[in-house]
Nanobody, 115 residues
């Protein structure tokens, strides 16, 4: 099972930026779709953004125009650049395969946005 390790979270003020990283153990990373997901207390994990092996990207509406997703296949790494952060973006962020998140979920990385 493919494993993922997320990093790059932290505490930031509203309007600030963070870049999250996702390292995959998958041997077919360059053709795999990768998704970013997030979870807040009391809520289910939700989709945030995804990038295909062909670099097509999709975003949930609430982060569109603020977040970008990219990948570096040589490093088996995907990134989530988050700009103009809002307090409602506070969550634990995870990455996994997309469209079917059938990899092993990592610990995630905590993002906290203060108002």
């Amino acid at each position: 099972q493919v494993q993922f390790v997320e990093s790059g979270g932290g505490l930031v003020q509203a309007g600030g930026s963070l870049r999250l990283s996702c390292v995959s153990s998958g041997s077919m990373f360059s053709i795999d779709g990768i998704g970013w997901y997030r979870r807040t207390p009391g809520r289910q994990r939700e989709f945030v953004a995804a990038i295909t092996g062909s670099n097509w990207t999709t975003f949930v509406e609430v982060v569109k125009d603020r977040f970008t997703i990219s990948r570096d296949n040589a490093k088996n790494t995907a990134y989530l650049q988050m700009n103009s952060l809002k307090p409602e973006d506070t969550a634990i962020y995870y990455c996994n395969s997309r469209p079917l998140p059938d990899g092993s979920w990592g610990q995630g990385t905590q993002v906290t946005v203060s108002s």
